[in-house]
């Protein structure tokens, strides 16, 4: 090993969280957000290998996993966050306030990258993952302070029961049930209680023009904030005064036995990611439980820092590089590049289908090279976190 590598080496080492802060749920994150980032950037979305996509409706795939494991993730984080200014004396209307102006800022966030770079207000897309982070942590936030754990768990099984009472049992009005079906809609897909509220109250600012719902939209927005209440639940088992070990093994023992209720709960009320089913809640959450046990196990008592750097890199600026990869992808799909073809003719295509045409599908192929493509912007993406961690600079909203 050279002296330069063995500096870097020790870099590393000294700028990882230590060990008073919880590495595993920086790790989790960063996990997700690459995996996100994965996704949602292959060559050519005609090309992509059935894992990285989603569920064309009920069902799941290991893409379905992604945004709940944020939401998850929101909650755990939840518990040291605001946990710890409870526990400091912080006064209750100061963490409201605080939560508030997070919530907005995220919002705020998420609302410019839907409107950018052309910001037609009149047809922006109003839901969205942004969105729903910032309502369900707030909500999930105020739900903390004012509950106990206990009154957490019963708020979220109630979120769940209720939501599965008003998309089985509420009718949705004949009249909107007749419109979808003559604009050849899917009546399974559109013709449910999310899809009419969603297609009410937001009409012009969904999801694509093109649709009746929204994947995001309000009415699911109340199982997604049990999503966050469930990691709550988490993050109160790991910040208990237990073993490490017992913990280790109630992360394990809660996410099999979550899948398995999941997968119960999908008989009745199937397991979609698009209605944000309660089975789907359930279910998800004990992969993130899974998840973040395999993560709580390399990083918080194994120790294995070195292996774990660069979803920690990634982690500890989730929103930036969540940010940066949608300005960068959407102006990689509205920069045009020239071609001349041997008759003289100039075509014009995006400067995303030309770097994956030219430089990886003409080696590797379609499909591979559409993998390599979004393999190759996961990394475009590390390296601007990987300076900003290095200078120590973490931004946060």
Known sequence: MTAAVAEEIAHERDCLP??????????????????MILVNNPGSWNYIYAPLEHAEWNGWTPTDLIFPFFLFIVGVAITFSIGGKVERGTPRRRIIGEALRRSLKIYAIGFFLASFPFFHLSRVRIPGVLARIAVCFLCASLIFLFTSARGQALIAAALLLLYWVLMKAVPVPGDYVQAVIERGGNLEKEANLAAYVDYSLLKGHLWSQSKFWDPEGLLSTIPAIATVLLGILAGHWIKSERPARQK??????????????????????????????????????????????????????RG???????????????????ALSGLVARLLGLIKESTTQPDGTVSYASLQSYYYERFFASWAGPLNGSLAFAVAFVLLMYWPMHVLYRKRVFIKV
Not at 18 to 35: E, H, I, P, Y
Not at 254 to 261: E, F, K, L, R
Request: proline share 2%.
């Open 304 to 322: 294995y820092r070195r292996a774990v750097f660069p979803f920690v890199v990634f982690g500890m600026n989730a929103l930036a590089v969540f």
């Open 248 to 301: 280790l093994t109630g992360l394990i023992v809660g996410g099999v036995a979550a899948i398995i209720v999941g997968e119960v709960m999908n008989r009745w009320f199937p397991i979609n990611k698009n209605l944000w089913t309660s089975s789907y809640v359930v279910f998800t959450a004990g992969w993130a439980l899974l998840l973040l046990a395999l993560c709580y196990w390399l990083a918080d008592l």
């Open 18 to 35: 230590q060990t008073g802060r919880l590495v595993s749920l920086d790790v989790f994150r960063g996990l997700t957000v690459a995996a």
